[in-house]
């Protein structure tokens, strides 16, 4: 019997959400959020049960369960409100101030209303560290998001959590995610850009 090579793996150091970064379709806008302290990712999967042939009680044969991704829901915890994303996850408007930038308050769908979502892609980037230095970032991208509406809790003497729900759907053919590593950050636009 002949020996077996063995590949060795490769395996890097990963910390924090370093950024996030939504991307919609329809409106070309791009939100880069840093205050998001944990994204957690869950497969979406598809089960199509096992088909078995039993006769007296003795198994003769078994077509074994299928599954299938059909995509993602991705929760984002942060500690901060991020209001441009009210819109984007609830439907409605924001209010804005005279000038046109200056967030003053959030109008939500009227009740009944159906609301259409808009579509966006979500890129989450997670440090890659070696020793004490971040070398380079991990980019995951699920494409295909939508937002679900989310409720604004409020406690005394305790900051306001929120948990941003996403469900991405991708199409056939289309990947549930992909990842790359990158050098760096997306940059912010300069104020007044």
């Known amino acids: 019997m002949g020996e077996t090579t063995v590949s060795k793996t490769t395996g890097k150091a990963t910390i924090d959400a370093a950024m996030i970064v939504i991307r919609t379709k329809d409106t070309n806008k791009t939100y880069g959020i840093t205050s998001g302290s944990k994204v957690a990712v869950e497969a979406a999967i598809d089960t199509q049960e096992a088909i078995t042939l039993t006769i007296k009680g003795v198994l003769k044969a078994k077509k074994p369960e299928k599954k299938t991704l059909t995509g993602n829901t991705i929760t984002i915890t942060d500690a901060l409100t991020i209001y441009e994303l009210l819109p984007l996850l609830n439907g409605g408007e924001l209010v804005l101030d005279t000038d046109g930038k200056t967030i003053k308050g959030f109008h939500p769908p009227k009740?009944?209303?159906?609301?259409?979502?808009?579509?966006?892609?979500?890129?989450?980037?997670?440090?890659?560290?070696?020793?004490?230095t971040v070398t380079g970032y991990e980019k995951t991208t699920y494409p295909s998001c939508v937002g679900q509406p989310l409720g604004l809790n409020t406690e005394d003497d305790v900051f306001r959590t929120n948990e941003y729900n996403i469900t991405s759907t991708p199409g056939a053919g289309e990947r549930a995610y992909n990842m790359e590593i990158v050098d760096s950050l997306p940059t912010f636009a300069a104020a007044g850009a």
Not at 123 to 129: G, H, S
């Open 111 to 132: 009740v009944g209303e159906e609301v259409k979502m808009e579509k966006f892609d979500l890129d989450v980037y997670t440090a890659i560290m070696e020793g004490s």
